[in-house]
């Protein structure tokens, strides 16, 4: 008997890459987008702002030569990569103006590796704009703010190794697999966000932290409801701290998030739907299935 559950859990381990995959390709090939609702808190001015977020993950054809979106796959093969795209839309009110932010991450769909972020922050003092594109070995990009002195070319090394900070939303999900086992932690070269650079006013520039997963499940309760979660704990070298609580099953949402002392985030809904098709007076009604309508 215990030689025969031996061989079947050895068996299963053996046979688990090759389920997450299946699972992967599954899920994320329906021609749907995963579209999360969450209540979001930022702290802006000294005082702590409400506002909503919304995550959308969804899988495209990239053109990685150009970095874009690819409209004619096809005749382009030898460019075309397969991508999971996250937009993560964060509007919040500071008094009588509001803040009206989107980050755009693309990470190749085979093992998640960063190609290109894009961010934009619209408010009502002006605008920002930022675009990272990494290559093997360097980082590129440019900004552009109304802020005087700030706006210039983005040029970095690429540690080996190397995490960014909008790539949490996507790796800690362990779509394809486990970012970290149970109880295991990792220290690496850190890369802070597009979002906290632009509140913080500070240029991008790379640090460390240590990532860290907690060894039970837990259940926790947010306004979309009961969840069974796991949790992964930063803390960065920067003196910020960070908690992620993921969905224990799949596909492994992110049920709550924080990055202090800035944001928090809980999740208030979350649906799969070809959103790009619902444009039409009433679609907003669709709103009501991440916990955001009226």
């Given at each position: ?94 008094g009588v103006y509001d803040y009206n932010t989107m980050a755009s991450v693309f990470v190749r ?186």
């Open positions: 008997m215990i030689r025969t559950r031996i061989l079947v859990a050895f068996t299963l381990f053996l046979a688990f890459p090759a389920f997450a995959e299946d699972v992967f390709e599954s899920h994320w090939r329906d021609g749907k987008a995963e579209i999360d609702g969450y209540q979001l808190t930022v702290s802006r001015y000294g005082q702590e702002r409400a506002g909503t977020a919304v995550m959308i993950f969804v899988t495209e054809p990239f053109n990685a030569r150009k970095m874009v979106k690819e409209d004619r796959a096809p005749e382009n093969a030898r460019d075309t990569v397969d991508v999971l795209k996250l937009n993560l839309v964060r509007d919040f009110q500071t769909a085979s093992n998640f590796e960063p190609l290109k972020v894009s961010f934009s922050s619209a408010e009502w003092c002006g605008h920002v704009y930022a675009e990272v594109v990494f290559r093997d070995r360097q980082i590129r990009g440019m900004y552009a703010s109304y802020f005087e002195d700030e706006s210039g070319p983005i040029a970095l090394p690429r540690p080996k190794g190397g995490l960014t900070e909008d790539e949490l939303f996507i790796a800690l999900r362990g779509l394809r697999g486990d970012f970290l086992a149970a109880g295991d932690q990792r220290k690496l070269p850190y890369l802070p966000g597009v979002f906290f650079t632009r509140l913080s006013h500070q240029p991008l520039g790379w640090t460390r932290a240590t990532v860290e997963r907690g060894i039970t499940m837990d259940t926790i309760a947010v306004p979309a409801g009961r969840f069974d979660v796991i949790s992964y704990r930063l803390r960065i070298d920067d003196g910020r701290t960070g908690e992620f609580l993921i969905e224990a099953a799949y596909p492994h949402r992110i049920v709550k998030w924080s990055l202090l002392p800035d944001v928090n985030g809980e999740l208030t809904g979350s649906t799969r739907l070809p959103y790009w098709k619902l444009n039409q007076e009433g679609d907003e009604s669709y709103l009501k299935e991440i916990g955001l309508g009226q």
